[in-house]
């Protein structure tokens, strides 16, 4: 099946920085490629997604990269703000969602 | 926005006893998801269900495990004789058909807490 593998685990910055986050996926059948957020106790909830017929895409701070020869999306944030700080997952589909392990980001102010 | 709605919240068991997880997914979506995670550690795939039955199981999902859509609005997750292992968050989710744009983005529950004791 699927294996997401997804770096760095712990991520930390100054606020207004910007954070990158990198994911590389096994199955090159995998089309959709998700980035969730989630804050400590809460439910992931999804921030930005990419199809794979895309290469990019970008909403306001928040963008994804798609490289599908190398099988690997990256997520990045610029001017990184307090309240970004929480753990974001990435995941590839294929006919099922696998999720990578995570990343702590800690945006200090 | 709807909404995900999962109950309870918390659920504590005694090893060996059955729970029955309950998700009311969002009204127009037609795939529903079961996801668990470990305190700290990642979101794992358990079960897809579409049109009354699974599309897609992962080997975390055994015999042990069973879903069901018993009415139009409820989804559950039953486990067989809870293990200590078994305790953990366990997420619903649900999703719009998969049409001809490829899958639709998956909406999270707030989770259920199970605590095997």
């Known amino acids: 099946g699927e294996n997401v593998e997804q770096h760095p685990s712990t991520l930390s910055v100054q606020e207004g920085d910007s954070a990158v986050i990198k994911c590389t996926y096994s199955d090159s059948a995998s089309n959709y490629f998700p980035w969730y957020k989630q804050e400590l106790g809460k439910r992931p909830q999804l921030i930005i997604d990419i199809r794979s017929n895309v290469g990019e895409k970008k909403d306001q701070r928040i963008a994804v990269t798609l490289n599908k020869t190398a099988k690997h999306f990256s997520l990045h944030i610029t001017e990184t703000q307090p309240e970004d700080s929480a753990v974001y997952f990435c995941a590839a589909i294929v006919n099922d969602m696998r999720f990578g392990a995570g990343t702590r980001l800690t945006v200090k102010p | 926005e709807p909404e995900v709605t999962q109950t309870p919240s918390h659920q504590v068991t005694q090893m060996g006893q059955e729970v029955i997880l309950r998700c009311v997914p969002i009204s127009n979506h037609l795939y529903f998801y079961w996801y668990r995670q470990i305190l700290g550690q990642k979101v794992e795939f358990l079960v897809s269900?579409?049109?009354?039955?699974?599309?897609?199981k992962s080997e975390i999902f055994d015999d042990q495990f069973s879903v069901e859509r018993p009415d139009g609005s409820n989804f559950t997750l039953k486990i067989r004789s809870t293990k200590l292992e078994d305790s953990a968050m366990y997420f619903c989710?649900?999703?719009?058909?998969?049409?001809?744009?490829?899958?639709?983005?998956?909406?999270f529950g707030d989770g259920t807490r199970l605590s095997i004791l």
């Open positions: 989710a649900s999703s719009e058909r998969v049409g001809g744009h490829g899958n639709q983005p998956q909406h």
């Open positions: 269900f579409y049109n009354n039955e699974i599309s897609e």
